[in-house]
Every structure is written in structure tokens, then in C-alpha cells.
């Protein structure tokens, strides 16, 4: 994971002082991104990053206990030899070059070839890489309870992501419907909420916002997540502390053709566990329809929310109406995508570029919409689909550039309108 800092002095502190889960589950060491982590092992001296301070440390231990050995002049001698040979590593792109696991441990290997690299690192670097390439892979299930203890990863995410949420410039739209979907929940009724994507932290972005005054919706939202969300080792422990139905995106499912019809099974079996969550009431889920985060267009270089798969905004009611339990299902806006901007385009492999800043946010809800007011004036149960699906995707519309004026536009609680009343509860 790269990441770009800007605008938040205070981030770098909380990257260095944040209590961070155990190498057993923060499995870091991507293999397919391995500059991004153990071949970090080059920038030890200027990375904020606190799993880099731990391989700095560890790479320091063993050079003390090598001087402990020799004693003496000699000491003296293999920390000057040290020094120098870190500053010939720092100077070498070949580990920040390094892409795969082949890579870094060729480039170990020539390094230590070379004379550049001494023994004793190049065998410490390469016991650090394995350990973490070895740390108990956590597998997800088709519906994932977030887990809380013994180490609590929803705390992790909250606290990892509010440094970069400017919540002077943040705002929630109609905080009034946020109340009443609460109380929806206290009686049994299911929410469906149909949203824009814009960012890995939409679930914490969500959380925050409504941390103070829903602290419900905030800790029980349970996520439709791509397989991106639970198979990247740097999303994994984030992941760890949501609630999610774990399915295979649209965007992705034909990226490897002997993969196919295993996706399809586990989104049928993820399916299912939807199904029996809902027939038990009170479940609060989101879904992004789009399949996906929102991109900004290619010539305007605007953001706007991604269109809407009418199939899948169809299954979601579908599912809602066969629970029986009562459901209602709620168009949301989300603008956050300048804390964590996905690639410009979709990309294949796992293991992107991550810039990160800090910057307003804002999230707003309409008013439950019913498919069958709309269909009632149709004859066609297809364009019945299409005309629900464009109602739900012109609201979120509405809304996000409610939000747009709101933060872009620097209009803060005057951008309201009759539609959208803007608020900050955690004023």
C-alpha cells in the first residue's frame, strides 16, 4: 500500500501511536504488491507507517545481537559496516522495484551476491517476509459477523480513517430519516439501503457520520462486499470489523474464465444467507447496484455516482418482499471519495495504489421509495424494473450534488434545500 499524505499532520502521529492488531491477522505482505510492504524494508528510516517500524526494529535487534557476539573493536566495526550498507540498500531500487515474492527474494539473493547486503539482514529480511506471508490467513465467510474481541477491527477502521474526515466540512443529509429507520429497526422492519460507492472507507465514512446520533445503524450496517473487499491483504483487517455478505462483483466475474461458475456458487450461497437474515427482521444492508466505486468521467474529470444495475436493485426487493417482514428500501448518497480515490479506471489485479487526504465527506438518505406506486402505472414488469431502478439512482443523483455544493462548492449548511436538509450531529 503507497499512500500519499497530505493536508493532516496529525495522521502521520496516528499512524505511528494507533494500537494495530497482530501480524497473525494483519497479513500485510501482499504478494502481489510486495513494494508496497516487506520490501519497504528500503525506506525504513522515513515510513510513518507502524508495521515499517517493526521490521526497522527487528532488523536493528539482530545487528545488536551480532555486536553482543563479537564485542569490542570488532562491534564498533559491524556498525560502521552496517551504516554504510544500509545507505547502499536505500540507494538501490531493487527492492522498491519488487513486485512478487520471486522478486524480492532474487533481489535478497543479489543483493547478498554483490557484498551490498550482509548475510545476517539479507537471512532477517527474508524471515520477516515468510513470517508474514505464513500469518494465519483470515478467511471470510458468505456472512461475516464483524469481529469485536479479542481485538475489536471495527475500532481499528474508526480510528484509522477519522484522522482524515474534515468533519468542520462534513454534513449529513436528513438526519431525520436516519432517526426513523432506527426506530423501523427497534420493530422488526428490515432497511435496504441503495447507495453510490465512492471509496474503500465508505463503511467507516458511514460510521462516523452517524456515530453520535446513530449509533445503531453505525455498528450493525451490514455491507454487500466485493471479493476485492475480503481477498486484499491490506482491505483484510478493515474488513475484519464489518458485517458482510461477501459476493463476487459483475465488473469482475469474467476476469478468469475457470474461475466462473465458482463465483456464481458462492453468490448463490451468499444469497441465501441474505435470505435468512432478512427473515429474521431488524437487518440494516447496503448495497452499491453500480457493482462497484464510482470513477470520474474521462473528459470532464467530474465525480458523479455510477448508474445502477436495475437486475440487482430487482433482487434486493425481491429478497425484501419475500421475507416476511415488513421492508422498506432507501435511496443513500455518499461523497468521499477524496480521502481514498480509487484507480481512474477498473483495474484486474489485486494490490492498488492507495492515495489518501484529508477532506470533507458527506452522506445523506430520501425518503423510502415503493416499487409498487411506480409499477402500479406500468404494464410491463420490465420497465417497471428499469423506471424503480431510475428513481432510486435520480435520487442518490439529487442528493450527492446537494452534498457536491455543500463541500465543493463551499456552501456548507446554506446548500441545503427542501429535498435535502443538511445538518452536522456531531455539532
Given amino acids: 500500500m503507497i499512500f500519499s499524505i497530505s493536508s493532516s499532520p496529525s495522521l502521520i502521529t496516528s499512524f505511528t501511536t494507533a494500537r494495530f492488531p497482530t501480524s497473525a491477522h494483519l497479513v500485510v505482505a501482499s504478494t ?22 517493526f521490521c526497522a526494529s527487528k532488523v536493528r535487534g539482530m545487528e545488536e545481537m551480532v555486536d553482543e557476539k563479537k564485542g569490542g573493536a570488532a562491534a564498533a566495526a559491524t556498525v560502521a559496516s552496517s551504516s554504510s550498507d544500509r545507505h547502499e540498500i536505500s540507494s538501490s531500487r531493487i527492492f522498491l522495484d519488487a513486485r512478487s515474492e520471486q522478486d524480492l527474494l532474487i533481489g535478497i539473493q543479489k543483493e547478498t551476491e554483490a557484498g551490498r547486503l550482509p548475510i545476517h539482514i539479507a537471512q532477517g529480511m527474508e524471515e520477516l517476509y515468510q513470517n508474514y506471508r505464513n500469518a494465519d490467513p483470515f478467511e471470510f465467510s458468505p456472512h461475516h459477523e464483524a469481529i469485536r474481541e479479542p481485538f475489536d477491527y471495527f475500532m481499528f477502521g474508526q480510528n484509522y480513517i477519522r484522522p482524515l474526515i474534515d468533519f468542520r466540512n462534513s454534513y449529513v443529509g436528513n438526519i431525520s430519516i436516519f432517526n426513523e429507520m432506527e426506530k423501523k429497526l427497534q420493530q422488526g422492519e428490515n432497511i435496504i439501503l441503495i447507495s453510490n460507492h465512492q471509496s474503500e472507507a465508505d463503511p467507516a465514512v458511514i460510521a462516523l457520520l452517524l456515530e453520535s446520533t446513530c449509533p445503531h445503524i453505525a455498528e450493525n450496517l451490514i455491507y454487500v462486499a466485493g471479493d476485492r473487499v475480503v481477498t486484499d491483504p491490506l482491505c483484510k483487517p478493515f474488513s475484519m470489523g464489518r458485517n458482510l455478505l461477501c459476493v463476487y462483483s459483475k465488473k469482475h466475474m469474467n476476469d478468469d474464465p475457470e474461475l466462473v461458475d465458482m463465483k456464481k456458487r458462492a453468490n448463490t450461497k451468499s444469497l441465501k444467507e441474505m435470505a435468512l437474515l432478512l427473515r429474521g427482521g431488524s437487518k440494516i444492508i447496503w448495497i452499491a447496484p453500480s457493482g462497484g466505486r464510482d470513477r470520474p468521467d474521462p473528459v470532464t474529470k467530474e465525480w458523479h ?20 417482514n415488513p421492508g422498506n428500501i432507501y435511496p443513500l448518497a455518499m461523497l468521499c471519495y477524496d480521502i481514498m480515490p480509487p484507480p481512474a479506471q477498473v483495474e484486474k489485479e489485486i494490490g492498488e495504489k492507495r492515495l489518501i487526504s484529508f477532506h470533507g465527506t458527506g452522506l445523506s438518505v430520501a425518503p423510502n421509495i415503493s416499487y409498487h406506486e ?4 406500468m404494464e410491463d414488469p420490465e420497465e417497471a424494473k428499469v423506471a424503480y431502478t431510475q428513481s432510486l439512482y435520480s435520487s442518490v443523483n439529487e442528493q450527492y450534488n446537494v452534498l457536491k455544493s455543500a463541500i ?6 446554506m446548500a441545503s434545500t427542501p429535498i435535502v436538509s443538511l445538518s452536522q450531529p456531531w455539532q
Fill in 32 to 53: 502481489s504488491r510486495i513494494s508496497s510492504s516487506v520490501a519497504a524494508v528500503a525506506r525504513l528510516r522515513r515510513s510513518p507507517c507502524p508495521y515499517i517500524v
Fill in 305 to 324: 455516482p455510477a448508474p445502477f444495475d436495475a437486475s440487482s436493485v430487482d433482487n434486493m426487493r425481491r429478497l425484501t418482499e419475500h421475507a416476511g
Fill in 374 to 377: 411506480i409499477a402500479a402505472a
Fill in 408 to 413: 465543493h462548492g463551499k456552501q456548507g449548511l
